[in-house]
């Protein structure tokens, strides 16, 4: 192991994030039943541009009087993008009325390392300013080319700070890379593979790499249940924590997918017990149903492991 080591500063079960419009007060109390790890109340893309301001004040007004953390929700807000005329508003409205209550802010769109500075200078300021005992964690949507281009720099100087996971945002990926499809989050017939694989996997070292959480972004066909799960899976593979949902009928399904398997959990149990074992003999290596198991086995199990016992003391 090399001795520069980046930790999580925070850790958060994040099987499933539920987009939920500001705009649409009427589903905030069915987000709140609805089973989900993490909300974020939306002040950006799904809300048009009239609506900003009544938003902005139905999603204040939804932190301060619904009892998330009483239903085991993680808060957060997307904020408007740095380049509107909206941004500032959002984080110091935010702050000020109900940052007590708020947990993270989501920055959409970010491109340099500078993105996140901005938002993490207000949120120092308006901390001191309002005197307040939690420290808002900050989130980024990387779904630029230039936020692509850049996703370890902005991993690895975000981390310094507030920056707690990295969110890939593949509807505005693709159009910034002008990617020929209108479809949000599914494959392309056109192309022989996971045409999102080579992003997701950046995105996804450069989170590992720096101790920040990895999180697959939208699908849009909430129809398809089985793509969903596919598109989940992949994520998964890869090392993701979670995805998000954009339809309710979308969370059970990822906390399916993003909960160990009770035999994943089992097998990896035997590892740690079969390398004890070994241990105890002297040994570094040892074989398990046919396979060699090591030291790096070890790791990816107990990786396994913690995260079960992560939700399993959420559920509880
Ligand atoms: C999410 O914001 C996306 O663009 O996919
Ligand atoms: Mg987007």
Redo the contacts with the bound molecule.
């Keep these: 192991m090399s001795h520069t080591l980046y930790t999580a500063s925070v850790n958060r079960v994040q099987r499933c994030e539920l987009a939920v419009p500001g705009s649409n007060p009427d589903f905030f109390e069915k987000a709140l039943k609805s089973g989900v790890d993490f909300v974020f109340l939306d002040l950006?893309?799904a809300v048009a541009p009239d609506d900003k301001l009544r938003a902005r004040k139905n999603v204040i007004e939804a932190i301060n009087d619904i009892d998330w953390h009483g239903h085991g929700i993680t808060v957060s807000v997307r904020i408007n993008g740095l380049d509107t005329q909206y941004m500032v508003r959002d984080v110091v409205d935010l702050v000020e009325q109900c940052g007590a209550k708020l947990d993270t802010i989501l920055i959409?769109k970010v491109g340099v390392y500078s993105d996140v500075y901005m938002v993490e200078a207000m949120l120092n300021q308006l901390e001191m300013q309002q005197g307040l005992k939690n420290k808002i964690g900050i989130e980024a949507?990387i779904?630029t080319a230039l936020g692509m281009a850049n996703v370890e720099d902005i991993a690895r100087q975000g981390a310094c700070g507030r920056l707690e996971a990295l969110h890939f945002?593949?509807?505005?990926?693709a159009a910034s890379n002008r990617a020929r499809t209108t479809n949000?989050?599914g494959l392309n017939p056109n192309y022989p593979g996971d045409q999102w694989h080579a992003a997701i996997s950046r995105m996804t070292v450069a989170c590992r790499a720096y101790g920040l959480r990895p999180i697959d972004?939208?699908f849009g066909d909430f129809k398809d249940p089985e793509g969903f799960k596919a598109a989940a899976k992949r994520a998964a593979a890869l090392g993701c924590e979670g995805k998000w949902a954009i339809h309710p009928g979308q969370i059970e399904l990822a906390n399916e997918v993003f909960t160990p398997p009770p035999a994943e959990v089992e097998k990896a149990k035997r590892i740690l017990q079969a390398l004890q074992e070994a241990a105890a003999q002297g040994k570094g290596a040892a074989a398990l149903d046919g396979r060699l198991i090591d030291a790096a086995s070890e790791r990816m199990a107990k990786n396994i492991v913690t995260a079960a016992e992560a939700i399993a003391a959420k559920s509880a």
């Design positions: 950006e893309d959409p949507l779904e945002g593949v509807a505005d990926f949000i989050g972004g939208p």
